[in-house]
Nanobody, 125 residues
Framework: VQLQASGGGLVQAGDSLRLSCAAS????????LGWFRQAPGKEREFVAAISWSGSYTDYADSVKGRFTISRDNAKNTVYLQMNSLKPEDTAVYYC???????????????????WGQGTQVTVSS
């Protein structure tokens, strides 16, 4: 099982980035996918999640209206489009997969079975 996150980088406030997470080794379409982030000295926090079908999504209040999660089951890839980035979005971003066919996507880490290695996003002011 592998989740490979990419797309991070150093940007200025107001810029956009798109993170990708390519999955392999499990039946991708049977899993909800999520993005979490961890800033230095802080706990890992939920960012966004999408159901196995892609029909349901959920977001942290801090990113609603700026971030969009999507998935391409044909490519076994989940994306996080991040617009209007702020310095407080600076963190390592992790993708994760949860084996659930519920429309209620997990917003905490415990239900997620697999985790990627993380990609650094740094937003300068």
């Amino acid at each position: 099982v592998q989740l490979q996150a990419s797309g991070g980088g150093l940007v200025q406030a107001g810029d956009s980035l798109r993170l990708s997470c390519a999955a392999s080794g499990f039946t991708f379409s049977n899993y909800a996918l999520g993005w979490f982030r961890q800033a230095p000295g802080k706990e890992r926090e939920f960012v966004a999640a999408i159901s196995w079908s892609g029909s349901y999504t959920d977001y942290a209040d801090s990113v609603k209206g700026r971030f969009t999660i999507s998935r391409d089951n044909a490519k076994n890839t989940v994306y996080l489009q991040m617009n209007s980035l702020k310095p407080e979005d600076t963190a390592v971003y992790y993708c994760a997969a949860a084996g659930t066919l519920s429309r209620f996507v997990p917003k905490v880490a415990a239900p997620y079975d697999y985790w990627g290695q993380g990609t650094q996003v740094t937003v300068s002011s």
